[in-house]
């Protein structure tokens, strides 16, 4: 990397060296298993992108999820600055590279835009899939990068049935990402690294990759998706990349629009009403942090009626659901629709500052450390909420239209647990039928 080429190095510590591997005792090995199923369920609902819960092999999981909002992975991410490491320093020499790049790979795409092309980095992740279906809806043209490696095939045929073109792509290779911008109109950047992934590839390197790129093709219209209060908590990594990918957009000529998120509706029913209705344990906290969790499909409403209101040409504004809400209260919620029990484990806001104190002691850790450190904000009576009043005049949208979480989980316990009923009937009438012989 020639840091004359990246004017935000400065912004991001150097990665360290590499220790060399070290064999570790076996509770060691134990206690990294806990924090992680404690970072991915507990603090889930923190940001939809991240994990949405840790079960593993639940029996009539895949028939609960089937025809609701399952959350899919999140999209891809990148280092850019290897595409011109001759041209150090130079914007455009830069920007002549890349229009090379794309003219020589992009032969093969086409497109017929009516209202516009969108093209959409996230796309099977929980919001992106809502931005895609929302785009096709109100007559854009819609391209999807889409990583083959990583997606599932089943995810590229419900994005081409709804109408979208899957372009190939990885932005860890960045000559791949010019060819997906040729012709673009507006970029959704909706993308974050998944649990298996360096935080920093994708959520700085690939945020740097995407906003060059778009500035060198002459697409000026950038929609990029952040975590509330995200300046306000430099520790959490993930946060901190958020905020410096902000500070960086603020730099340049695009015009771009930052929405920031409390939490999705979605990631909360795998961590929790699943597990619940299910009979299996769910991590809780004795936290009064609240947050206000937004069903992504008013997400995608909200962030669609941005693409060409230049009222929000430069803005950053919060997407909110309409109240907040502690963990004790979400789990509570979930009681009251699925009429079982919850089985809760609470873990204590101080046990898990010293789990992530262990793991950072170990660079193969560092990930699940990253990903733990969202219990700094839990743990500190966080509050992640907005009101939308203002945000809602200036998209056109009505308040009173935005899904409340007890409408969300009431309709999903409905739906679900007539399909459970459906299920143990038919098996009760087989059941029957055969033993009368019939």
Sequence with gaps: VHHRMDPTSRLLPAPSRRPSRTILPTFILLASTLCVALAYGSYSGLLGALPAGVRVG???????????????????????????AKQEGSALGQSRNLMRVASEAADGIAEQPSKGTLLVVGATGTLGRQIVRRALSDGYQVRCLIRSRFESEEARRVLQGWGATIVGGDLGQATSIPPAMLGVDAVIDCATARPEEPLRRVDWDGKVALIETAQALGIDRYIFFSIEQCQNYPEVKLMDMKAKTEDYLKSTDLNFTTFRLCGFMQALISSYAIPIVEGENVWGTDSSSQIAYINSVDAARLALSAVENEETFGK???????????????????????????????????????????????????????????????????????????????????????????????????????KVQKIRKSEYVSTAARDLEI
């Design 58 to 84: 639940a029996r009539g999981s895949s028939v609960a999820m089937k025809g609701i909002n399952a959350r899919l992975p999140a999209g891809p991410g990148v280092d850019f600055r290897r595409l011109s």
């Design 316 to 418: 950053t504004m919060t997407l909110s659901g309409p109240s907040p809400y502690t963990t004790k209260q979400v789990i509570e919620l979930c009681e009251k629709y699925s009429g079982s029990d919850a089985k809760v484990i609470n873990a204590p806001g101080f046990f898990l500052r010293s789990i992530r104190g262990l793991l950072n002691l170990f660079y193969w850790a560092k990930d699940a450390a990253d990903r733990l450190a969202f219990s700094e904000v839990i743990s500190q009576n966080t509050v992640l909420s907005a009101d939308m009043q203002e945000t809602c005049r200036i998209l056109k949208v009505d308040p009173e239209s935005l899904t409340t979480l007890p409408d969300y989980l009431e309709a999903f316990f409905n739906t679900i647990l007539s």
